[in-house]
């Protein structure tokens, strides 16, 4: 696994790449070292790196802060880094071979966790396994919601005021 650090003026952040950079496994940001964390569990990765937010992070950070976190984490369902969902699910092999063990390894490391794939985490199943994983883990899980079809909401979309709440559809 290839781990990149950047230091900006306002956060530390890694990123973890498989060595082919395929996959991107796991994106920290840490602005207050002593603060609480957060790890958010998406969908797939998609052009954010240790350097750079998209859209998504973007609004993943700007949440962790409002809500009085010191950094976040996000992991995926899927690890390929890919934008088109098309692509995602024609891909062999789109969850990469160190996945689990980094969304296991955010769980652990985080003080609070917020599922938020979407409907796309019924692709090969992906959303049902990482409910075992999650139960597994322990610790409770938290959404900005659900679709009506029960899955836990993809935060880009989300208004800042709805808080996370327990996610209540756990095995």
């Known amino acids: ?6 230091q900006s003026d306002t956060a530390t952040s890694t990123a973890q790449y498989s060595p082919c950079e ?3 496994y796991a994106l920290t940001r ?6 609480r964390k957060l790890a958010y569990i998406m969908l797939n990765p998609s052009k954010a790196t ?8 973007e609004r993943c ?15 995926n ?4 880094r890919e934008t088109d969902p098309h692509k995602l699910r024609k891909h062999s092999t789109p969850e990469g071979p160190e996945n689990t063990a980094a969304i296991q390894d955010a769980c652990a490391w985080a003080d609070q966790i917020l599922a938020g794939w979407g409907v796309h985490g019924t692709h090969l ?12 883990s322990g610790r409770e899980i938290h959404c900005l ?18 808080r996370p709440e327990l996610w209540l559809a756990q095995k």
Request: charged letters at 25%; proline letters at 6%.
């Open 125 to 136: 199943d992906r959303g049902k396994e990482m409910q075992t994983i999650l139960t597994d």
């Open 61 to 75: 950070e700007r949440r962790a802060r409002a809500l009085g976190f010191g950094a976040f984490r996000v992991v």
């Open 77 to 80: 369902l899927f690890a390929l």
């Open 145 to 162: 919601g659900l679709t009506k079809h029960g899955h836990p909401r993809h935060p880009l979309y989300i208004a800042y005021a709805q």
């Open 50 to 57: 240790e350097m750079h937010n998209d859209p998504t992070v």
């Open 1 to 6: 696994m290839i781990t990149r650090s950047h």
């Open 30 to 35: 840490t602005w207050d070292p002593q603060g």
């Open 22 to 24: 395929t996959y991107r």
